[in-house]
């Protein structure tokens, strides 16, 4: 983990931040065709040092796009398919006895998967909650501990996650606690027609091109660095603060559709998660400071996963993305708390 | 200073519809001039420097003004980190950024003020007796004064209350209706009963004295019919039937005077002396229909003012209707011979009508064709038997494990009404009538009927026709 540095940034430090984060995302968008708003979003969360949770549909380029982001990101990387007799060791490591030369046994922890920069956990929620669960030290603290000794996990530690939303039969639901570990949730929809086209067109076998252009491994660091420095102004903060307790339905500023759907709001994870993710949202808009326009673009993907919503939303297909729209609709940013008559134009 | 406006006009409003309000109640209760009600406008500098206090003390911050001209021209954060950070380069690169418009949507609140403006103004120029009228004070008597003075009058004019009591009655009822007030009713509605009470009280001596007399009248005018009708009584007879008319004429001298006036003095003085002339006597049944005609009038219109109970009104119609002179003529044609003093005092005292001294049993029967019983059947109908009847009279003494043993004791059903019914506590409620009863009622009802004194069936007949 990098060490906080007060420093003021420059221009000329954002604009070579810049440099870097525009050519990894031409890259990533030259690879994984018609995704660019999703890489913006995967490339903050990364940026944020957050864990990502992907959802969509089978075939919709969910593992590519993680497998991609390791080689551009030069990380390391490992893969674990998540299957219901996936055990906990099988991902956080063992002990063995061995031999050794002198002809003595002693245990020896066999590292597992987890032991990488990104763990690519596909289709995570086929796994037993036992297995999942082996997963929230890691995610939080970055360390796995195993009998009694605690081992760090490189660093930087991702967790990219993918989950499919049909076929949920024999599948486990991720625990709310878990699910709050993930900074972002985001949808992996499907490709338009011309997208399609042109993959069709130009790969054979739906085969990506090689990447031509990686971010060295401290060039990431210079970035969490910068990210460090973004300045986040108190009234943004205040605005964040209020959104997140916006979503609790006993809260004083909840809205209507709150009040209604809603049974349990986002935490102070969350609150948390935002005021990163809208740092990293900043840096790649060449910006030293956050806006609220950074904290409206992170809302939906840092919250959608964290509303716990009632029956009734069930009932009238109400999702936590048009709750999330409508507070951000409602909730004035300022909070001057003007009489509904004064208008500001 | 338009939130400052924008408030002012709020509560500026509620102001003035306080203060209409106020004026309203003060100029109608207290009659304060709109001159010093004008001093209430103070209090609309008063809400203002409040209001403008209370705005300079909510004003926003220099953050909360730096973070809404951020927002409003879109800088992304640059204008609120420039206290921590030169963000001049990047301002730089970026259009000067505009100063956000307030605007205030004044419509419905200006509208409302304007009313409550409209509203408080006319309260200082309405005229003052709308506002007097609307809280005025006054009790609403008038109806009940209106009933007793017409009470007054109608008993003024029927000269059956002095001159002087009745010019006291109404400069009374005068005094309530013009003092009354809504704060103390009680006080006016106990003197409107004491009037009440004093006039009916005295409306109803009158009457129950008028209502005698007029008894007396009646009987009188019967008798002196009778006596003009009839040259066959006896003539003992006749001087005592001449005694009770001369004794009753005593009783209604005061009201005799109502008597056809040409005659009056002449026929008192025979009246007294006892000594009345063929004509005189012949006149005397028509004047005293007339004063008995006179009478009733003044019941009724004393019954119609409410004066009197309606028990007295009814006999006061009914006493004007007499049978006809050709009925009596015929019955005392027939009678007259053999009509004892009795008899012509029950005639007098209207026989079969009853009366209040002998009531009516003293009324002649009249007796018709009896009622037949021809084609009257009995219709049979089984009766229980007396244990199970006296089931529902019975008091349960106590309950038995098992079912109870027969009673030995109890007799079979025998005849007789009174059969089972307890010695010395019997009730009739118990009693049993039997069907061999029956014999005994239909021998009753086809018993010979028993040999009375004929009786002249006409008789009564010719009385009723001449009442009719």
Known sequence: ?345 | MRLVLQRFCVWGSGYLLVWGGANLMLRAALDISPGLLLNGLAGLFLIFFTVLLTEWRHMPDRIALTALLDQYNHLGGLLMAADKLDTSSWLAKLKTPLCPQVEWRARRKGAICLLMTVFSTVTLFTPYYLNSQAFSNKLEIGATVQKLHEQVTILKEETLLKPDDAKHLEEQLEQVSQTAQGRNPARAYETLDHLNEQINGEAGKNVRDLSAKMATVDHAETLARLLANTEDLKPAIRTQAMQALTRMLQEISGDAANLASAKNVKLMTAIRNGAMTPEQMAALPSDLKSLRMKMAAKLKRLQASGMTTAQLGDVSSSSAAKPEDSGLKAFLKANAENLTMADISALCQNPGRGGVDRGRGDAIMTWKAPTSDKGARFRDVTTPLAGVAGIEESQPLGVTLAAPPPDQALPLIKSGALNEAAAGGGSALIHQVRPRHKGAVRRYFNRAPKETKPVRPDFFDEIWSGWS
């Open chain 1, 1 to 345: 983990m990098t060490a906080i540095n007060d420093t003021p940034l420059t221009s000329a430090e954002i604009e070579s931040a810049n440099r870097q984060t525009v050519k990894l995302l031409a890259e990533l968008d030259r690879i994984v065709l018609g995704q660019k708003e999703l890489h913006r979003m995967v490339l903050v969360t990364l940026l944020s040092r957050g864990h990502l949770l992907l959802e969509g549909l089978p075939g919709v380029g969910k593992t590519l796009l993680v497998k991609t982001l390791s080689e551009l990101l030069e990380l390391t990387w490992q893969r674990v398919q998540f299957t219901p007799d996936l055990m906990p060791g099988d991902i956080l490591g063992y002990h063995i006895l061995q031999e050794t030369e002198q002809g003595q046994r002693k245990m020896v922890f066999q590292k597992g998967p987890v032991f990488t920069n990104l763990l690519l956990a596909d289709e995570i929620n086929r796994a037993t909650p036992k297995t999942q669960s082996a997963l929230l030290e890691a995610m939080q603290e970055q360390t796995v501990s195993l009998l009694g000794q605690t081992r760090k996990l490189p660093f930087p530690f991702f967790v990219l996650a993918t989950q499919n939303p049909i076929e949920l039969e024999g599948t486990y639901p991720l625990p709310e606690a878990q699910i709050d570990r993930f900074l972002c949730k985001l949808n992996v929809v499907s490709q338009d027609p011309d997208i399609l086209t042109q993959i069709i067109a130009t790969r054979r076998r739906g085969e990506p091109p090689a990447p031509e252009q990686r971010l060295p491994a401290n060039a990431l660091n210079t970035l969490f660095d910068l990210m460090n420095r973004i300045i986040l102004p108190t009234p943004v903060a205040y605005y964040t603060a209020r959104m997140v307790s916006a979503t609790h339905p006993d809260a004083d500023e909840a809205t209507r559709m709150v009040r209604d759907y809603v049974t349990f709001g986002a935490s102070p994870r969350a609150a948390i998660g935002m005021a990163e993710t809208s740092r990293a949202y900043a840096l790649l808009d060449s910006r030293p400071s956050v806006g609220f326009e950074d904290i409206k673009a992170v809302a939906r993907h840092v919250l959608n996963h964290r509303l716990i919503l009632n029956h009734k939303a069930r009932i009238d297909q109400i999702n936590a993305d048009i709750i999330v729209a409508d507070l951000l609709n409602t909730l004035d940013e300022t909070g001057l708390k003007l009489p509904d008559d004064i208008t500001i134009r």
